[in-house]
Structure formats: C-alpha cells, structure tokens
C-alpha cells in the first residue's frame, strides 16, 4: 500500500478538513469529526481521488504541488484585478466568448483540478470537459486559436498538475 493510499492519509485528511469546515478545536466538534472521519475512511477506504492518482511518491511531484498553489494564488490575484479593471472601466471592456483548448493531462483529477482551477480563476469559467478538450467561457477572449487559448488559459496550471498527476 503506498503512502498516497494509506488510510490513515484519509483519515487526517478528512478531520483536518473537518476542522477547517467548523473553525473549531471544542472537544464537542473535534469527536464529531473523528467518528465521521472513521466512518468514511472504514465504509469508504480511497473514497478522495486527490491521493489515489497524486504522484507522492515523487519527490518531484512535491515540488510541483508546491509550484502549482504558487502559480495559482498568482493568477488568482492577477486575474482579479483584471476583472475589477475591466468593472471598473466606463466603457465595459468585455469579448466574451467560448473557447475551446485542448489538454494533455490524461488522469481524471490532473483534468478536474485543472478544469477547476480554471472554473476558480475570474474571467474564466470551464463549461465542458470531453476527453482532451476543454471549453471555456472567457469574459475577454483574447483569441480564438485553440493553440493560443490553450497556451494562455491552460499551460501555466498544467505544467504542474502533469507532474503531480500525469
């Protein structure tokens, strides 16, 4: 069994995610969470996909996950100010449109997370996910080009998720 596997990662995951949830250490709420934790871990064992397909037994996949919240906190922010500039600006600088972009991830949670983190980002909105492709709607469509789209949506966030998940 690896690490990623191990029913005790699941464990921890799920009441830390409890804890997170309720924003409170009172003994009352931790026990709640540490019978539901059990019981999804023992009725449920690899019920979070997220370690069942992560890579951790990779170092470079460590890495990655790393550069990956970096990146995305990055375009985050980036992509915010964006959309309050174009908010803010009197003439509403809006293309809106789909755009369809093609992926090379091959995992279905590296193509979850991607299309998640793109669903996260303002200014984009993942519509469809069909095998390799992508579609997206973008408040300001920049091209049209799958390449171009691929390369601008796309790229940043699956440079890392491809070492995470493959």
């Known amino acids: ?24 250490l009172a003994p009352d709420v931790l026990i709640v969470g540490v019978i539901a934790a059990a019981a999804i871990t023992l009725l449920l064992p690899g019920a979070i996909p997220f ?10 996949a460590w890495v990655a996950a790393i550069g990956y919240f970096t990146y995305f906190f990055k375009e985050l922010v980036k992509s915010n100010l964006r959309i309050a500039a174009v908010v803010l600006a009197p ?5 809106p449109g789909i755009v369809k972009v ?3 991830l091959k995992t279905p949670m590296g193509r979850l997370l991607l299309a998640n983190s793109i ?22 469509v920049e091209s049209v080009d799958i390449d171009k789209a691929t390369a601008e949506i796309v790229a940043g966030f699956e440079r890392y998720l491809e070492v995470m998940y493959g």
């Open 1 to 24: 069994m690896t690490q990623a596997r191990h029913p005790g990662v699941q464990f921890a995951t799920l009441l830390l995610f409890w804890i997170l949830l309720n924003g409170s």
């Open 119 to 140: 669903t996260l980002t303002p200014g984009t909105l993942t519509v469809d996910l069909d095998g390799d492709w992508l579609y997206i709607h973008w408040v300001r």
């Open 102 to 104: 093609r992926t090379k």
């Open 91 to 95: 003439s509403l600088p809006v293309s």
């Open 51 to 60: 370690f069942g397909q992560f890579r951790g037994n990779r170092p470079e």
